[in-house]
């Protein structure tokens, strides 16, 4: 079983950044998919970023050339920074990892999401 665990939320004035953190732990042999979500109060939740196992990334267009996904592979954490921040950012974000366990079968794990609030 893999578990995601995220931080990094927050309040934050618009303009401004915030990185948040997504650690995963469990047995992981590999991932094919990394991505962060969101959801706004009475939306649905939507693909922010996205991170594939050959490095390619995906972005929402509303977030291109604001955020940026990345991660640690030492570490087993995945990042997103978020720079210029604006007031329809505000939401619940999640991380998502999908692959599979060293005992060979396969794993799509959430975490339990972190908020981040952009107001002035």
């Known amino acids: 079983q893999v578990q995601l665990v995220e931080s990094g939320g927050g309040l934050v004035q618009p303009g401004g950044s915030l990185r948040l953190s997504c650690a995963a732990s469990?047995?992981?042999?590999?991932?094919?998919?990394m991505g962060w979500y969101r959801q706004a109060p009475g939306e649905q939740r939507e693909e922010v970023a996205r991170?594939?196992?050959?490095?390619?990334?995906n972005y929402a267009d509303s977030v291109k050339d604001r955020f940026t996904i990345s991660k640690n592979n030492a570490q087993n954490t995945i990042y997103l920074q978020m720079n210029s921040l604006k007031h329809e950012d505000t939401g619940i974000y999640y991380c998502?990892?999908?692959?599979?366990?060293?005992?060979?079968?396969?794993?799509?794990?959430w975490g339990q999401g972190t908020q981040v609030t952009v107001s002035s």
């Open positions: 469990g047995s992981i042999l590999s991932f094919n998919l």
């Open positions: 998502r990892l999908r692959g599979t366990t060293v005992g060979g079968s396969r794993y799509d794990s």
């Open positions: 991170m594939t196992s050959d490095g390619a990334t």
